[in-house]
């Protein structure tokens, strides 16, 4: 088959979710966890988005934080004993929860598969597109959580998905994530930061998740292609809103 790849691109960087075809089958089962909820299961307070859809935990962990306290890597592993496919995905997020990082394996920035912030909404990916875990696998879900209160504060935050069959996955998806990670602000004036990175294989873009933090104001996302300028995204940036936002590829 003719091989191409999707991708959701998104930190001021960018993620990026890839896809290559597959012709790989799975097999039924769970998954053992370490430190971690195993995959399969109902979760609640999932990402906005995708209610209709038959939503399972993939990792969930418990923590509790004094007033006042943070935590900047929570982690936690999980490890797969059977294929799965992933259709869509969401974080499950409440309150405490600044952001969430699944990795595949140790190295967590090189490694990244999906990542949330604040108010990040459910991905549903296209028809015949699917992210496979394999068997095997040991996915590493990283937490920075918070507690700005003056009480303490607990709950459950992870990662849950939709699981589709394997013979429907026509192309499977991954992570990229593109933007420059060394700022230079300068105190008290406008700054803008750019990243270029380029990209040497065919690819399909599906969606966007633009990410910085709480002096971020606004993304722009541009695709060159033979000299040709495609924006992808120009918008306004919300720490509290921080969205995938999908378009057609």
């Given at each position: 088959?003719?091989?191409?790849?999707?991708?959701s691109i998104g930190v001021v960087s960018i993620l990026a979710?890839?896809?290559?075809?597959?012709?790989?089958?799975?097999?039924?089962?769970?998954?053992?966890?370490?430190?971690?909820g195993s995959a399969g299961g109902n979760a609640a307070q999932?990402?906005?988005?995708?209610?209709?859809?038959?939503?399972?935990?993939?990792?969930?962990?418990?923590?509790?934080?004094?007033?006042?306290?943070?935590?900047?890597?929570?982690?936690?592993?999980?490890?797969?004993?059977?294929?799965?496919?992933?259709?869509?995905?969401?974080?499950?997020?409440?309150?405490?929860?600044?952001?969430?990082?699944?990795?595949?394996?140790?190295?967590?920035?090189?490694?990244?598969?999906?990542?949330?912030?604040?108010?990040?909404?459910?991905?549903?990916?296209?028809?015949g597109v699917g992210l496979k875990l394999h068997k095997g696998?040991?996915?590493?879900?990283?937490?920075?959580?918070?507690?700005?209160?003056?009480?303490?504060?607990?709950?459950?935050?992870?990662?849950?998905?939709?699981?589709?069959?394997?013979?429907?996955?026509?192309?499977?998806?991954?992570?990229?994530?593109?933007?420059?990670?060394?700022?230079?602000?300068?105190?008290?004036?406008?700054?803008?930061?750019?990243?270029?990175?380029?990209?040497?294989?065919?690819?399909?873009?599906?969606?966007?998740?633009?990410?910085?933090?709480?002096?971020?104001?606004?993304?722009?996302?541009?695709?060159?292609?033979?000299?040709?300028?495609?924006?992808?995204?120009?918008?306004?940036?919300?720490?509290?809103?921080?969205?995938?936002?999908?378009?057609?590829?």
């Amino acid at each position: 088959m003719n091989r191409s790849t999707y991708f959701s691109i998104g930190v001021v960087s960018i993620l990026a979710l890839l896809a290559c075809d597959g012709d790989e089958s799975a097999a039924g089962g769970g998954g053992a966890g370490e430190g971690a909820g195993s995959a399969g299961g109902n979760a609640a307070q999932g990402g906005g988005g995708g209610s209709n859809l038959d939503w399972q935990a993939l990792m969930t962990a418990d923590w509790q934080l004094g007033p006042g306290e943070e935590l900047t890597s929570d982690i936690h592993t999980l490890t797969l004993d059977r294929d799965i496919f992933v259709g869509a995905i969401r974080p499950i997020a409440p309150k405490g929860t600044h952001h969430t990082v699944l990795a595949n394996g140790p190295q967590i920035m090189a490694n990244i598969i999906y990542a949330s912030g604040v108010g990040t909404n459910a991905l549903e990916f296209p028809p015949g597109v699917g992210l496979k875990l394999h068997k095997g696998d040991t996915l590493v879900l990283q937490l920075h959580l918070f507690n700005t209160a003056f009480e303490p504060l607990s709950g459950t935050s992870g990662i849950e998905i939709v699981e589709i069959a394997p013979e429907n996955v026509e192309q499977e998806a991954d992570i990229f994530l593109p933007g420059p990670l060394d700022l230079n602000i300068s105190p008290n004036q406008v700054t803008t930061q750019t990243g270029v990175c380029d990209i040497n294989s065919e690819q399909t873009v599906f969606a966007v998740f633009p990410h910085m933090h709480q002096l971020g104001t606004h993304f722009k996302t541009t695709l060159t292609v033979g000299g040709t300028d495609t924006v992808l995204h120009d918008g306004d940036y919300d720490f509290n809103h921080q969205a995938f936002i999908p378009f057609d590829p």
